[in-house]
């Protein structure tokens, strides 16, 4: 059975920082692409950015040099560090994983106020 579990969400304010993690189980965490998705109340969900199992990046424009996307295999997490947090930020973040199959986390929110 795949788990996406992602956690570290909260509220904090304008120019802050949060650090979200997803731990994955079920899957051969290695070969999968990892990305973290966002959706705010009214939105599309998103891509924020993604890292592929050779740790090519990628990044939206509206959280490049910001946000920093990471991998640690040993402990199949993914991880993103959230810098420079803004009021437009505020969503739901879901963390995902495909190698064929996509999988999803349950989301965690975030919220920043101004």
């Known amino acids: 059975q795949v788990q996406l579990v992602e956690s570290g969400g909260g509220l904090v304010q304008a120019g802050g920082s949060l650090r979200l993690s997803c731990a994955a189980s079920?899957?051969?965490?290695?070969?999968?692409?990892m990305a973290w998705y966002r959706q705010a109340p009214g939105k599309q969900r998103e891509l924020v950015a993604q890292i592929t199992p050779v740790r090519n990046l990628d990044y939206a424009d509206s959280v490049k040099g910001r946000f920093t996307i990471s991998r640690d295999n040993a402990k199949n997490t993914v991880y993103l560090q959230m810098n420079s947090l803004k009021p437009e930020d505020t969503a739901v973040y879901y963390c995902l994983a495909y190698s064929g199959s996509n999988y999803w986390g349950q989301g965690t929110q975030v919220t920043v106020s101004s």
């Open positions: 079920g899957i051969i965490f290695r070969v999968n692409t």
